[in-house]
């Protein structure tokens, strides 16, 4: 097993650290910032044996060279696509294991905010970067709304008590537009309602659940009548199939 501490960004990245329950070993997730990163390592006092990228935005990688530099033990880098003078490159499939075997992470290919864009994931966690995000998704900047979709989908049908570690405190933003979706939704109002006192806390919403999202985030609801209705209504025409109405409301997002 594993313990996954938060470890914050920026303004609202979260940086995931997965720690060995068995030893100091640790792996760090999408390091944007490297000054939280080694502030927690040394008052830890962990060593990093890797660390995992899901993409190349510059707020998930730009302490990657400053935490090598810093650091002396020798630490692998993966990620899809070549980011660094000494990137593993992962692929769709691809198993990786840490802590003499007691940690392991699969890859799944889930191309739409950024091409190169991966999961980690295996049965009880999942690392998805700028993809899911809790009550929302990613923007789709180089890929199509079809392969956004798709990953999603794929993400949906993880078990639904997978922990959802996605990189952005987005949720209380992201519910005022699920609510305006489906105003109705009671899963939906009761999470309003968590996530409201949790923030009210300072305590952050993630790590989510896939179960959580399914009844919640609209954008894994797309076959929801509620929510083709209310899109269906809202540009005047009628949608025929999921990934049209995932795109509508996408694009309604993008813009509200
Ligand atoms: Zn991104």
Known sequence: MENVITIKAFEDNYIWLIKDSQSQHCIIVDPGEAAPVLTMLEDQQLIVDAIILTHHHYDHIAGVDA????????????SKKKLFDRSRLVNEGDSLSFFDGRLSL????VPGHTLDHIAFYNERLLFCGDTLFSGGCGRVFEGSFEQMFKALSRLARLPDNTKVY????????NLIFAHHIEPKNK????YIQQVSKKRQQGQPTIPSTIGVEKAINPFLRCQQQTVINKLQSH???ALNDPLSCFSALRKYKDNF
């Not at 935490?67 to 993966?78: F, H, V």
């Not at 996605?166 to 933003?173: D, I, L, R």
């Not at 899963?187 to 009761?190: D, E, I, P, Q, V």
């Open 67 to 78: 935490l090598l530099s810093a650091r002396d033990e020798q630490i692998s880098i993966y």
């Open 106 to 109: 699969r890859v799944m290919d």
């Open 166 to 173: 996605c990189a952005h405190e987005y949720t209380q933003n």
């Open 187 to 190: 899963a939906l109002l009761n």
């Open 235 to 237: 540009l005047g025409k």
